[in-house]
Nanobody
Framework: QVQLVESGGGLVQPGGSLRLSCAAS????????MDWYRQAPGKERELVAQ???????MYADSAKGRFTISRDNAKNTVYLQMNNLKPEDTAAYYC?????????WGKGTLVTVSS
C-alpha cells in the first residue's frame, strides 16, 4: 500500500537549515509529481514546493531562494532542503502525492524555528 513517511524536522534557530525527507513506499515515486505542504497552527495547509516526474520544480513565493526540493529515485525519496529558516516557517510539514486520482499524505514532521 502507498505510504509516505516524513522525517528530519526539529528545533532550529532563525537562519539555520534543515533537510526533510519523505520516504515513499508502495509505488514508484519518480513516476509522479511529489509535493511538500505545511500547516502552521491556526492556518490552512499550504503548498510549499513541488517536483514533477520529469524533475521540474515549483515553489511558493515564501520558499523561493531558500528551499530546494529534490528526489533520489534510487531511494524512492523526496527531500526538502530548507535554508535561512525564519520563525514564520514554523509548521508541520507534510509530503503529498496524487496517484490514480487519490491523494496520499504522510503524518508530517514538525519544524520549529525559534531562538
Amino acid at each position: 500500500q502507498v505510504q509516505l513517511v516524513e522525517s528530519g524536522g526539529g528545533l532550529v534557530q532563525p537562519g539555520g537549515s534543515l533537510r526533510l525527507s519523505c520516504a515513499a513506499s508502495g509505488f514508484i515515486s519518480s513516476a509522479y509529481a511529489m509535493d511538500w505542504y505545511r500547516q502552521a497552527p491556526g492556518k490552512e495547509r499550504e503548498l510549499v514546493a513541488q517536483i514533477g516526474s520529469g524533475g521540474s520544480t515549483m515553489y511558493a513565493d515564501s520558499a523561493k531562494g531558500r528551499f530546494t526540493i529534490s528526489r533520489d529515485n534510487a531511494k524512492n525519496t523526496v527531500y526538502l532542503q530548507m535554508n535561512n529558516l525564519k520563525p514564520e516557517d514554523t509548521a508541520a510539514y507534510y509530503c503529498h502525492v496524487r496517484r490514480l486520482g487519490r491523494d496520499y499524505w504522510g503524518k508530517g514532521t514538525l519544524v520549529t524555528v525559534s531562538s
